[in-house]
């Protein structure tokens, strides 16, 4: 698949000023030119499948909000361009009965090709893009019967990624990567109804989502589904 896209700035952005941020009517629209190649393969008597992906894509005028050069209010501007490339994957096997492991994720690496207008500091032709993971990922056990009752152990993993310390702005820092564990039991009570129980970060890790940022810790939902 080959494709093309854009993405307008708001309103907001290019004309309304605030006591943090000044309006930059000059914003131009994002856009990005994009690739992808990738395989599906299923064995649906073997109860497997498995997908793979490899694509690149190029961005120009990335909408980034930075500072703003004497005044203590920052702008939103457009970064040059910057490069994509990574590669998805996703795969589901039943192992035997009622077990099944399915996981997904990629690996993505980004790249700043042309800076003009943005603090070098902050965005280093070369370097990568900030808020970007290394990688993603998702892995489930999971034990299913006929019926709907099901329980799935499942672990999220996020790489490490590179960061502003401040929220728009700042020197880059680098986060570390994180392996968070959660847990899910769904019982049916009716053809149309089913109760859940969700723990998230079973282990109540500590981890960052952003500089200084933590994330949530442990929490648990019990909740009703219905199906219509």
């Known amino acids: 698949a080959v494709g093309r896209a ?3 700035p708001n309103l ?3 004309y309304v000023d605030n006591p943090f941020i000044v309006a930059n009517p000059a914003l131009r629209a994002e856009t990005s030119t994009s690739w992808e190649v990738g395989v599906d ?6 109860r497997w499948n498995l997908g793979l992906t490899a694509f690149r894509q190029t961005f120009d005028d990335l909408i980034r909000t930075v500072a703003l050069e004497g005044d ?34 990629a690996v993505l690496s980004t790249k700043i090709v042309d800076a003009a207008g943005l603090t070098s500091s902050e965005y280093p032709e070369g370097a990568s893009l900030p808020f970007r993971p ?3 990922g998702n892995l489930t ?13 499942r672990a999220r993993a996020v790489g490490g990624q590179t960061a502003l310390s401040e929220r728009f702005s ?17 019982y049916p009570i009716g053809p149309d109804m089913s109760v859940y129980s969700r723990v998230e970060n079973l282990l109540d890790r500590g981890y960052q989502t952003a ?18």
């Open 170 to 186: 700042g020197r880059r820092v680098d986060l570390p990567g994180y392996v968070l564990l959660g847990l899910t039991a769904t």
């Open 12 to 14: 907001q952005q290019q």
């Open 6 to 8: 854009y993405k307008a």
């Open 72 to 105: 203590t209010r920052q702008i939103n501007r457009n970064l040059g361009s910057a490069l994509a490339t990574g590669l998805e994957w996703q795969a589901m096997v039943r192992v035997t009965g009622p077990w099944w492991i399915s996981g997904d994720g």
């Open 41 to 46: 393969l299923a064995r649906p008597e073997r």
């Open 211 to 228: 500089f200084d940022r933590p994330g949530m810790p442990a929490a648990g939902v019990i909740g009703v589904e219905l199906r219509f």
């Open 134 to 136: 290394s990688h993603t």
């Open 141 to 153: 056990v999971a034990y299913r019967v006929e019926g709907g009752f099901d329980v799935a152990v």
